[in-house]
């Protein structure tokens, strides 16, 4: 007797074909840049134990009785530690930056499949020889800025490749909920990269890297077999990025019955002839190209002050709470994991919001005009009790973490696949790029001004995230005042003005 179908199964012939291909899509490039910021966590866990407090250990059994630093990993166990860890920041970061803008133009012209899984095994490699300096006892700078770098330019290929992917098979009408609940693998990685290496920080720092650099190879291959670039590919439907003006439809689309995948204006005979066109014909945009597309250098620039705030509480948290309530590296890197769940619902909220309101722009002022005075609430309240701590670190983290998630995914995929772009999708991967990529220069800066001014006190680094968080919010004023006018027009329209 043989047994039924399994539900799953069932479920799965249940879902169009389009569905089915669009979940596939979306978990992949979930699980990849969850795995890619699964594998960029740990040198934040892993700082506090490279130069911790020794005279919390007990006696030092080298009887050295004049040594502080008996326990530190030379050679961060000096009074420079705090800039050599904003040095090694710096080198990822930099790095990245750097590679960013020329790994758009790659990911535009190169299979993004292959350009998507070679980068994650490369990745691992990387990652994994950082961790490998413990068990090989290097004590050598170099070895650790060297790996860092080439650890940052392979870890280009990750964003530009899973932000086309998405853009490829998903339209504009529900992007930005789609996308900020898919976005939530940035906060999920910095979760579980928390997690894994909090497993190890103590006992073997080592570890806290290898593990998560298996992981990242792994998926890096699954990708490799499983992965559909386009809908095309599979003879499904591409997506309708923008929505035709009545003047721009055939006047038979106007009284079409085709469902809201379907290209306006196309027959379903004229939309199967034409499916692959996109794929195969279009030029990919130039660098140049893609900063004239409108809104492209105002979220570039905004993205840059964003992404400065969010990456120094990516790098800087675990060790701030050390140093300030006092906690083990392993319950700092627990409790900093907080400001990453803040992070998902941040992401999904600015998305739905921005979804139902339209205002991209505006969505992410009103979210960084509140981040500023929470986070020096935070610096000032936020140890008051563990109680209070979790819930400013959850709030932060969504206010902060919110408008950038916005703008490296609805916000890069609607501007690389503009109305002034003639349907051309072939800038997905270069606007992404170009916009990260500045990002990226704030991510760069900002851990490293927090290496600096921290000796300072960690009041002066707190008063530079607020700063940047309000330039942030300054730099998109003109695209604001054009939503607004937007809506006072529609509004007008509705009113019969």
């Known amino acids: ?35 890619y910021h699964l594998s960029r966590k740990p040198i934040s866990i892993v ?8 005279s919390a250990l007990g006696p030092n059994p080298h009887n050295d009785s004049n040594s502080s630093t008996w326990c530190s990993w030379a050679p961060f166990d000096g009074e420079n530690y705090n800039e050599l860890f904003g040095a ?60 860092q770098v080439c650890n940052g330019l392979v870890q280009t290929t990750g964003w530009p490749a899973v932000v086309a992917c998405v853009g490829n098979w998903f339209g504009k009408g529900k992007r930005g909920l789609i996308m900020g609940i898919w976005n939530s693998h940035t906060s999920v990685g910095n979760i579980l990269g928390s997690l894994i290496a909090g497993a ?44 035709m003006t009545t003047s721009e439809k055939d006047p038979e689309a106007v009284t079409s019955n085709e469902g809201p995948l379907s290209l306006s204006g196309q027959s379903s005979a004229d939309h199967s002839n034409s499916r692959k066109e996109p794929a195969e014909e279009l030029e990919a945009i130039s660098f140049f190209g893609a900063l004239w597309i409108p809104g492209v250098v105002e979220f570039s620039l905004c993205l840059l002050f964003a992404k ?13 709470i050390v140093n300030v309530a006092h906690f083990g590296a392993k319950e700092a890197g627990d409790l900093s994991t907080l400001f990453d769940v803040g992070g998902i619902l941040g ?8 979804d139902y309101t339209g205002g991209r722009a505006t969505t992410c002022c009103v979210m960084l005009v509140v981040a500023a005075p929470m986070l020096f609430l935070y610096n000032h309240v936020g140890q008051n009790g563990i109680g209070t701590s979790i819930g ?44 990260d990529g500045t990002g990226s220069i704030g991510a760069a800066l900002g ?31 003109r695209v604001v005042v054009k939503e607004a006018r937007g809506w006072c027009g529609y509004m007008a329209r509705q009113r019969g003005y």
């Open 1 to 35: 007797m043989r047994a039924a179908l399994a539900p799953g199964v069932r479920l799965l012939r249940a879902l169009p074909r389009d569905s089915r291909y669009r979940g596939l899509t979306l978990v992949l490039t979930f699980l990849s840049y969850t795995s």
């Open 47 to 54: 700082k506090s134990q490279l130069h911790p407090n020794c």
């Open 88 to 147: 090694l920041d710096n080198a990822f970061l930099v790095a990245y930056a750097i590679g960013m803008f020329i790994s758009g133009i790659f990911g535009e012209r190169l299979p993004l499949r292959y350009y998507l899984s070679g980068g994650m095994v490369l990745s691992g490699l990387f990652t994994a020889l950082f961790g490998l300096g413990y068990f090989w006892d290097i004590h050598v700078l170099w070895y650790f800025v060297v790996v």
């Open 200 to 243: 190890w920080v103590s006992s073997a720092w080592g570890l806290s890297f290898i593990v998560p650099g298996i992981i990242i190879a792994i998926v890096g291959i699954i990708c490799f077999f499983f992965l559909v670039e386009y809908p095309e590919d599979v003879d499904c439907s591409p997506p309708l990025h923008h929505v």
């Open 308 to 320: 400065l705030v969010s990456y120094t509480f990516l790098y800087w948290l675990p060790l701030y």
């Open 347 to 354: 992401g999904i909220f600015a998305g739905l919001i921005s």
């Open 392 to 435: 400013m670190l959850i709030i932060c983290g969504a206010l902060v973490n919110g408008p950038y998630a916005l703008i490296t995914t609805a916000v890069s995929a609607d501007l690389g696949t503009h109305e002034s772009l003639k349907g051309n999708a072939k800038a997905l991967s270069t606007v992404t790029a170009i916009i």
């Open 447 to 477: 851990p490293l001004l927090a290496g600096l001014i921290s000796p300072t006190g960690w009041n002066n680094v707190f008063y530079m995230l607020i700063a940047a968080d309000v330039l942030a919010c300054l730099l998109l004023a």
